[in-house]
């Protein structure tokens, strides 16, 4: 069982299966669409065990429609946030809201959620457990049971409805409990590591399927040690080091930040070059006809730059050269 099941179960109670959950009226809630902007706010938390600390003073902000990396050194204090925001953990101070209000078992029924370890039932048939955990998000029987087969049917694994869990792949569990986290259509998303256990297809369809989500105006959190997905996915970063937020903002404005004044310069020499260097910039030859140039000072103007190249070289193609997420993310959590 997943995480977030357990915590629903402590909530409502274990249902017969097979049978309707007992009524609730705040279900029909979480069964349809959320029409008002969705806003997660964490602020100022806190939260230690037994005496060591896990998170200190950390912030975040998530809008509607957007994806946020929550990226970090193991141990840093990543699943301790997220467990927070679902309900799971308490924090010991601070506030953590949802749509401006604090998060209650109302509206944690709205948060989809899919842990680092995953927790189905290994002995339960896939196509009755996703209909449990789906009645137990709010849904009839009924309206379960055409949306398993929807979501079977869009990862190709409909054939997959009568086994047993434990009978599956890792790469089909994994397609299984990602069904479990977004069956009932939440507001809020949080992902931990969705892409383990995934080849690189499969990988690419769980992408698409974020991007999608995103689309229709859910917020993600997506947590993983993947960079390269960072960067194709999200809008923002927060990276805890040390249980500390050390870094936050957009993912742009974040490479720009973090620019060291490179460039990469493709053409060719006008002339023998005796010394690699210009009154403003070193440079050095790649072997596949591109160079490296580097600013000896940042602040130097970038037209100046190219003016003194421009008398060695014939340019064909000029840019600057941004950061990966994975160089920032050791500059920030190894700064020299």
């Known amino acids: 069982m997943a995480i977030v099941v357990i915590s629903l179960v402590d909530f409502i109670g274990h249902p017969k299966m097979g049978q309707d959950l007992p009524p609730f009226h705040f279900f029909p809630y979480f069964c349809k669409k959320n029409t008002a902007e969705m806003e997660l706010t964490v602020s100022h938390i806190y939260k230690s065990y037994k005496g060591k600390v896990a998170l200190i003073d950390v912030s975040i902000q998530l809008r509607e429609g957007a994806i946020l990396g929550l990226l970090g050194p193991n141990g840093a204090g990543k699943t301790t946030l997220l467990r927070s925001i679902t309900g799971i953990t308490q924090v010991d101070s601070g506030e953590i809201l949802l749509d401006k209000v604090p998060i209650d078992e109302k509206s944690r029924r709205g948060i989809g959620y899919l842990p680092e370890e995953r927790g189905l039932y290994p002995d339960m048939k896939v196509g009755e457990q996703l209909v449990y955990l789906a009645q137990l998000k709010g849904m009839t029987r009924n309206k379960a049971k055409e949306a398993v087969r929807e979501w079977l049917q869009k990862f190709q694994i409909l054939n997959t409805i009568e086994k047993k869990t434990h009978e599956l792949s890792k790469g089909m569990q994994q397609k299984v409990q990602f069904i479990a986290a977004v069956i009932h259509s939440p507001q809020l998303l949080i992902l931990d590591e969705p892409f383990s256990g995934f080849d690189p297809i499969n990988t690419e369809v769980i992408k698409n399927e974020i991007l999608r989500l995103k689309g229709e105006g859910v917020g993600i959190i997506l947590s993983t040690h993947n960079m390269t997905s960072v960067e194709e996915l999200c809008d923002e970063v927060a990276l805890i080091n040390q249980a500390h937020i050390v870094l936050n903002g ?32 070193y440079f050095r030859a790649k072997g596949d006809g591109s160079w490296i140039v580097t600013k000896k000072e940042k602040t130097t103007d970038n037209n100046t730059l190219l003016k003194e190249l421009m008398e060695l070289f014939s340019i064909t193609a000029f840019e600057e050269i941004k950061p990966s997420m994975n160089e920032i993310f050791l500059k920030a959590v190894n700064p020299q």
């Not at 993912?251 to 260097?277: D, W």
């Open 250 to 281: 957009p993912t742009e404005e974040l490479r720009e930040r973090y620019k060291c004044g490179e460039f990469r310069l493709s053409g060719f020499a006008n002339k023998t070059i005796k010394v690699n260097e210009t009154p403003s910039s």
